[in-house]
């Protein structure tokens, strides 16, 4: 078979005025498919992630940001100063010879600037341009302030989440930021797509608030169909026991396990050496072992912790049930099976060098 | 308004669950024609998991499979059988596009086999999502969206805080995992189209879920390659005020990024005197004398009413938010204002308000056109219209168990 070697966006010039992860993260879609990504910075509103840790081997600077580094790949960066006229007319001048406008600045700064879509529109007919917002561009709290972290609870996806009977909780990233980056390179596409047999371009709003809530779906409709609010309860699922992350040995070191069907369970049970309980009524069905959880999971505690997760894993997938160790970011970076399926890049940096990512 | 953006693409879903999906799900939003294939009599396991009108499991009123299918048609059939295969070959011969997360070791006993349907069909774009890719060692392992959560290093991030080790890596809500799943194999399909523009020719895409996730570990992942450390949900947060505090009924988000924030906000409090010490001067060292500073900030906030606080910062430029719940969700004035919640009447669940369009394209709209399929309800129009079956012949297919 032959393949083509030219990326499926080849020839498609974006024009980034993103900052931070959310917009960031959509353009880097765009930039791995092929993509050309120009991001306009400007010395005077540095882009936040260059100026967070990682810092490459320790030492702080604008280019040595493992943030910024990780998702900006592919693209080029264009340094200008958008609070000069003379900056303005050179970002029109850039908007006229590119095929999408990409932004995620708060609602209406783009207008101020001279940079909205009815302007920008007449120096390029069949633009394309996303406005990504903490809010959306339109609705009585269009003009609310919004920061990543703010969106996970602000969509309702911390009120879900917890351990029970604990408040509610973040999910451990700004997750809201790539959620809505990649819901807007799926807009921007289609976008193009249309643009490719019509002609026409077109403006795209995204809220991330919006974007957000239609990935917690079970929960909208728990309280649209029963009125109720499902509770906060941990790693447990409704319909699958056990459920749950278990201690192993070592330093702070876990496994996931999910039995997913009764066959499941008995699997595990001689898995762990137990085999009287697959014959145990008590637990021979989702339902039993829904009833008994705390004692379910406290036999299976019991068994993790003295052997490794890696352990446990090779255990459990041999014999079909879902098993998998907490992987840290240490723990990917080396992992064998993303090494060999070549997951990671690995490009020169004039300052950082060469490194994974 | 105009014809809807994926208007002119057919695409056959072969969806367990959540992934392949939602994957479906966002062309079919978007246009597309997409023709759910499930196994006769079960359907998709999705049905089974809910949420329930009041509680009463029924496969037909399966909240998350309502959602995650609606604007699609659906046809039964038994890709097991031979006959079955046959069917969703030539099905397959009509589409732009093959959505699937059928387990890889499983895909070829369902006749889905690049090579061979790219034959028949050299445009096809053909779209694998599987837990970890179709490749390597582990291509083979079992998950569920826990085990992935956790084998993409999200988990691992989020816990109590400092002072918490006994407490398990904790996932997110809902099937989040799967959910990342099919956004990046909506976007990689999308780029595949693209191409087929120029080319002419289809292509295989494969998305690995653990990649997926992976991919998404904010500043965390590059604390390895860059300085050699493991990042642990056990850590400190590097400033705060960035937490939740219960108000007098609910929960509220306190956010202070900026200096010029946090001043708003203790001028909001009334300036209590203890927001003048030393402290708490700035970011950092609120950050580390945390333990002080929120039970001064807790005895406060307690007494407060979430919405008033939440819209008192606002007004100051102070981004709290609120911990929202889904009764609050619905009753928003603002995602109201947005058209956001979409209703749609189904025969078995009735008329409900679903989460709406992620985005708002303005020449060719998001748009919910038809509720979820039955079980097997457009195997008519489909096996007739479609691919010219005979009446007769569908009628053996059907007595057979295939369809």
């Given amino acids: 078979m032959s393949y083509s070697r030219r990326p499926p966006l080849e020839g498609i010039r974006v024009a980034d005025f993103t900052w931070v992860w959310a917009g960031p993260f959509c353009t880097l879609q765009l930039a791995h498919l092929g993509a050309e990504v120009i991001r306009v910075e400007s010395q005077s509103r540095i882009c936040v992630t260059r100026l967070l840790p990682p810092w490459a081997d320790g030492e702080p600077g604008v280019n040595r940001s493992g943030y910024f580094n990780q998702y900006n790949q592919g693209k080029r960066s264009l340094a200008l100063d958008l609070k000069n006229p003379a900056g303005i007319e050179v970002a029109r001048d850039l908007v006229a010879k590119s095929d999408v406008v990409c932004e995620n600045f708060a609602a209406g700064v783009m207008e101020r600037l001279g940079l909205g879509y009815r302007e920008l529109r007449r120096i390029k007919p069949d633009l394309i341009m996303i406005s990504l917002s903490g809010y959306g561009a339109s609705g009585p709290q269009k003009d609310f302030v919004s920061y990543g972290p703010a969106q996970v609870p602000l969509s309702g996806m911390s009120s879900l989440t917890g351990y029970r009977g604990w408040p509610p909780m973040h999910v451990g990233i700004s997750y809201g930021d790539p959620t809505a980056g990649l819901h807007a390179a799926v807009a921007v596409l289609a976008a193009l797509l249309h643009r490719q047999r019509t002609g026409e371009g077109q403006y795209i709003d995204l809220s991330q608030q919006e974007s957000l809530i239609a990935l917690l779906a079970e929960g909208v409709l728990a309280y649209e169909m029963s009125g109720t609010q499902p509770l906060r309860d941990g790693n447990r699922d409704p319909h699958m026991v056990p459920h749950g992350v278990f201690r192993c040995a070592g330093e702070d070191r876990w496994v996931a396990i999910a039995v997913r069907s009764d066959a499941e369970w008995k699997a595990l049970a001689a898995a762990m050496g137990k085999p009287e309980l697959a014959d145990d009524d008590r637990f021979a069905s989702a339902a039993g072992r829904k009833d008994r959880e705390d004692e379910v999971e406290k036999l299976v505690a019991e068994w993790t912790i003295s052997q490794t997760s890696e352990s446990i894993t090779e255990q459990l997938q041999a014999v079909g049930v879902p098993a998998f160790p907490a992987m840290t970011n240490k723990d990917l970076a080396q992992d064998a099976h993303l090494q060999a399926r070549g997951f990671f890049t690995y490009l020169p940096h004039p300052d950082v060098g060469i490194r994974q990512h | ?403």
């Fill in chain 2, 1 to 403: 308004m105009g014809e809807m953006a994926l208007a002119h693409l057919r695409v056959v879903e072969c969806g367990s669950l959540v992934a392949a999906a939602y994957a479906a799900k966002l062309l079919a939003d978007l246009g597309a024609d997409v023709i759910k294939v499930e196994v006769p009599r079960q359907g998709d396991p999705t049905r089974q998991r809910g949420p329930f009108p009041g509680g009463v499991p029924d496969p037909e009123a399966s909240g998350l499979f309502l959602y995650l299918n609606a604007n699609k048609r659906g046809i039964t059939l038994d890709p097991r059988a031979a006959a079955g295969r046959r069917l969703l070959e030539r099905l397959v011969a009509h589409a732009d596009v093959l959505i699937h997360n059928v387990p890889p070791a499983e895909m070829h006993e369902h006749g889905l086999d690049y090579e061979f349907l790219s034959a028949r069909n050299p445009g096809l774009v053909m779209t694998s999502i599987a837990p970890f890719g179709l490749s390597g060692p582990r291509a083979g392992y079992q998950a569920s969206d826990l085990v992935l959560w956790n084998a993409g290093g999200i988990a691992a991030l989020n816990g109590g805080g400092p002072g918490t080790d006994d407490l398990p890596p904790l996932k997110a809500f809902g099937s989040q995992a799967e959910f990342q799943g099919g956004l990046n194999a909506a976007v990689a399909t999308l780029g595949a189209l693209f191409e087929r523009l120029r080319s002419g020719r289809g292509q295989h895409v494969e998305v690995s879920i653990q990649e997926c996730l992976a991919a998404i570990l904010e500043l965390a992942f590059e604390f390895w390659p860059y300085q050699g450390l493991v990042a642990s949900r056990l850590g400190m947060k590097p400033i705060q005020p960035l937490d939740f505090m219960e108000c007098r009924v609910g929960w509220i988000f306190l956010c202070c990024i900026e200096e010029h924030q946090w001043a708003a906000f203790v001028d909001l409090m009334g300036n209590p005197e203890w927001a003048a010490m030393e402290i708490f001067s700035d970011r950092l060292s609120r950050a580390a004398n945390w333990d002080a500073l929120r039970l001064f900030l807790a005895e406060w906030v307690k007494d407060q009413s979430v919405d008033e606080l939440y819209r008192a910062a606002q007004a100051r430029r102070i981004p709290f938010a609120p911990v929202s719940t889904m009764g609050d969700l619905l009753a928003s004035e603002h995602l109201k204002a947005r058209g956001f919640f979409a209703a749609i009447p189904h025969p078995r669940a009735g008329t409900l308000r679903y989460p709406g369009a992620p985005y708002k394209l303005s020449r060719t709209p998001w748009c919910l056109r038809r509720p979820a399929p039955l079980l097997g309800q457009h195997n008519r129009e489909v096996y007739l219209n479609l691919l010219g079956l005979e009446e007769r012949e569908l009628g053996a297919l059907a007595a057979a168990g295939i369809v």
